[in-house]
């Protein structure tokens, strides 16, 4: 299986930035579709942004023109961001990873969550 560690989580003041990464490893042959997803207390966990292998992206409407995903091929990673930090931002962000494993096999994946927090 992948292994999907996430960092670049933490305390920040509204209006602040933050960049989350979610780095893949293992017997991947390829990446398809990544993503991030967040969910906050008490709350479903919801669409934040995804990026297809082409570079195709896809935002919620609550983040677009603060939030930006990108990826490193190379690097088997997806960044995300996040400038212009509300409250409303608040949640445990989880990466999403759609590989195909060397072998052949296909499987979706995801990451253990980081927490961003937003003061006022």
């Known amino acids: 299986q992948v292994q999907l560690v996430e960092s670049g989580g933490g305390l920040v003041q509204a209006g602040g930035s933050l960049r989350l990464s979610c780095a893949a490893s293992g017997s991947i042959f390829s990446i398809n579709n990544m993503g991030w997803y967040r969910q906050a207390p008490g709350k479903q966990r919801e669409l934040v942004a995804t990026?297809?292998?082409?570079?195709?992206?896809n935002y919620a409407d609550s983040v677009k023109g603060r939030f930006t995903i990108s990826r490193d091929n190379a690097k088997n990673t997806v960044y995300l961001q996040m400038n212009s930090l509300k409250p409303d931002d608040m949640a445990v962000y989880y990466c999403y990873v759609a590989v195909t494993y060397v072998g052949g096999s296909w499987g979706q994946n995801w990451g253990q969550g980081t927490q961003v927090t937003v003061s006022s």
């Open positions: 990026i297809t292998s082409g570079g195709f992206t």
